[in-house]
């Protein structure tokens, strides 16, 4: 099992935007450091907590500075972009990074991003199943272009002002063939996007917020997908998001990323819930969906949905976890704000060199 990171990133009010921008620099940085696999960085434009508002501009900042981790949008929102952006953009990016680059998509989720756009009664799935249907074409295309797909308003051509010899009309390629991996976010239970993912072989990354029972709901709509073309599903493509905490002691662990006024994991989590109820979304909390919505508390959500403790309790609970869901083939471990640097950089050290030796170790048994 692969160990990657996820992080909104989300931060509570007092501190300055250059100071949390550096602090989520150095969270994957890092990881890097730790070996982690990837990184993925989401992005909002009109969220006072959340910080990063282009992922691809905020991980560019990075690639000097790590070596081996894979950097990843988490994600590019497509109905906020003209898909030829994105898709030079992003082929710029794979060849700065030397093909460690993963695009991570999503339509968008805020309502007020999309309101400042001017895209709120904008049906925003629909941009972003557009958007990705002509960015794969221009990677898979060459000029001069005339891409014009049925249903789609996107439409792509450098037919009238192409010049082979000036060089002009051509949009630039990505370093990885045939295209870098695509990732995308499962965010619902049941989710019929996943089916989609698997015929187009886009790979799915389950949200830290959805309980187990949900979660294992993805993986059957994603073999559906794959086999709908006559491929198979390889699980080692599943990614799973989970909050965790580590730490070296259980009674810190219990109190920092449950307890505390001030943890990190408590105000994630209150935020998460406000946003839920006000969007009418709160079954995702919900174990039973004919719950009433009074039902659904912090508390519960914390004891069910964040994973804290020792390395050798941490690693039970994912291992618990895998058994409940299925076998997948990289945990992603959520990034919080750093209220005390120390316990936040531990965790993560812990989770790398002793967290995954423990589980691996039972997974190559398994």
Do not use: C
């Not at 308003?153 to 063939?177: C, H």
């Not at 965010?187 to 389950?206: E, N, R, T, W, Y």
């Not at 390395?311 to 869901?325: G, H, K, N, S, T």
Request: proline content about 5%.
């Amino acid at each position: 099992m692969r160990l990657g990171y996820f992080a909104m990133p989300l931060h509570p009010h007092g501190r300055t935007w250059q100071e949390t921008l550096t602090e989520d620099r150095e969270a994957v940085i890092l990881a890097d450091r730790l070996g982690f696999h990837d990184a993925f960085i989401g992005e909002h434009l009109t969220d006072e907590h959340e910080n990063v508002t282009n992922s691809l501009l905020f991980l560019a900042t990075l690639i000097s500075e790590t070596s081996q981790i894979k950097l990843a949008t988490g994600t590019t929102n497509l109905s906020q972009q003209h898909p030829v952006l994105v898709a030079a953009n992003s082929a710029m990016f794979d060849h700065l990074a030397d093909g460690r680059f993963i695009l991570g998509i999503s339509p968008g989720a805020l309502a007020s991003d999309a309101e400042a756009l001017g895209i709120l009664d904008t049906d925003r799935n629909k941009l972003f199943a557009d958007a990705i249907e002509v960015i794969t074409a221009i990677w898979e295309s060459e000029p001069p272009y005339e891409l014009r797909f049925p249903g789609n308003q996107f439409e792509v051509s450098t037919a009238r002002s192409f010049d082979r010899d000036l060089s002009v009309g051509i949009l630039p390629k990505p370093l990885q063939e045939p295209r870098p991996e695509i990732v995308g976010t499962v965010v619902a239970p049941f989710s019929k996007g996943v089916i989609a993912m698997g015929q187009k072989d886009f790979h799915p990354l389950s949200a830290n917020f959805l309980l187990p029972q949900w979660v294992k709901t993805h993986w059957p709509n994603y073999v559906q997908g794959k086999q709908s073309t006559g491929a198979e599903a390889d699980t080692s493509d599943w990614r799973i998001a989970r909050t965790i905490f580590v730490a070296d002691d259980a009674t810190v662990a219990e109190d920092y990323g449950r307890r505390r006024e001030d943890s990190p994991y408590r105000f994630y989590y209150s935020q998460m819930l406000k946003k839920m109820r006000r969007l009418g979304r709160l079954e995702l909390f919900k174990s039973d969906r004919d719950m009433p919505d009074e039902s659904v508390t912090l508390e519960g959500i914390m004891d069910d949905l964040v994973i804290s403790g020792t390395p050798e309790q941490v690693a039970a609970e994912i291992l618990a976890f895998r058994e409940e869901v299925g076998d997948f083939g990289e945990i992603v471990y959520a990034g919080m704000d750093w209220v005390d640097e120390g316990l936040g950089r531990r965790s993560m050290e812990l989770m790398a060199n002793e967290v995954m030796p423990i589980v691996n170790t039972e997974v190559g048994r398994s």
